[in-house]
């Protein structure tokens, strides 16, 4: 378990969600395509302030919403494209039809429709003035606009009362629930790791329960266990299990706090941990079933020496 869950995803205490990783990978590209990456990035805006913060999180959450977007439209089987400039102007996604036309998109992830329509209304003006908008050797004539689905209908009929030619996209996501995607992050790294920490290991101990106790029934099944060791064997196994991943993961969160060492160095260090406590556990757990074994065959000892003493002596 230990071994799978750090070949997939963000470890062990998983704190950048893959989501949140794909938003960076698109927007910063290499600077930003791993989780140790995008974890360091996350770390040094928390040193530089709130400013840092909010400003991070607008950024990843505008990409964040282009991101789901563009799964909808593949989903669907359209052909639909990022710009390639990070800044292009007025346009996000070009969808390219069948026909050889292209229709263009701008994804707003915003929570109000006031601040849409805004953006709506300063595109068909400079469309309508002749404002030269690009794509490549090619001219935009018509852009179109993809919002969150809660405020689709209202940007709707705001933009019909003022006359803007553009049609109006839902996305399933909102504005909030984007933005929550870049917070969980910062929090996960930042005043919440320890919290974020508890969450991982009540999941991961509820797993290596369930992971025992299927290994102890089967044992139970095929007769080389008693029944009446079931649970309590159960029991011990997963404390030791749960103690070497608690082990594991709060040696992850210091190195990841730290930021001493990527994450090749990071996750040998913290299997050889776990796997290090794993066994000394066990070793304390065999001991405490030792000294079981040896009370029992003391009260044996003890049961025999009694009857030896109320036997007639020759």
């Known amino acids: 378990m230990v071994l799978g869950d750090l070949l997939v995803g963000d470890g062990l205490n998983d704190q950048v969600s893959p989501e949140l990783l794909y938003g960076f990978a698109k927007l910063m590209g290499q600077k930003a395509d791993s989780y140790h990456e995008v974890r360091n990035i996350l770390l040094d805006r928390l040193q530089d302030g709130d400013s840092a913060v909010f400003g991070l999180i607008n950024k990843i959450k505008g990409q964040v919403g282009e991101n789901q977007f563009m799964q909808g439209a593949h989903a669907a089987g359209l052909n639909a494209r990022l710009a390639e400039l990070g800044n292009q102007e007025a346009w996000d996604v070009a969808i390219d039809q069948a026909d050889g036309t292209t229709q263009y998109i701008q994804v707003k992830m915003y929570s109000d429709a006031g601040g849409v329509v805004r953006h709506m209304h300063d595109v068909n003006q400079k469309l309508a003035e002749g404002g030269l ?182």
Request: charged residues 15%; negative net charge.
């Open 133 to 314: 908008i690009t794509d490549g050797d090619r001219v935009v004539e018509a852009i179109d606009f993809a919002v969150p689905a809660n405020i689709a209908e209202e940007v709707t009929a705001r933009g019909a009362e003022l006359g803007l030619d553009a049609n109006v996209i839902p996305i399933n996501i909102t504005a909030a629930e984007a933005a929550d995607v870049v917070g969980k992050g910062f929090d996960n790294v930042g005043p919440e790791a320890l919290s974020n920490l508890f969450g991982q290991l009540f999941g991961a101990s509820v797993t290596v329960a369930a992971l025992h106790g299927l290994v102890n029934a089967f044992l139970v099944y095929k007769g080389a266990k008693t029944a009446d060791r079931f649970l309590a064997s159960t029991i011990q196994q997963t404390a030791v299990s749960t103690g070497a991943i608690a082990a594991g993961m709060s040696l992850e969160l210091v190195l990841n706090q730290i930021s001493m060492i990527g994450a090749p160095p990071t996750y040998a260090l913290v299997f050889c941990a776990s796997m290090a406590t794993r066994g000394i556990l066990k070793r304390v757990a065999r001991r405490q079933d030792y000294v079981s074994w040896l009370r029992v065959q003391n009260a044996h000892l003890k049961s025999l020496n009694n009857q030896m003493d109320g036997c007639p002596t020759s």
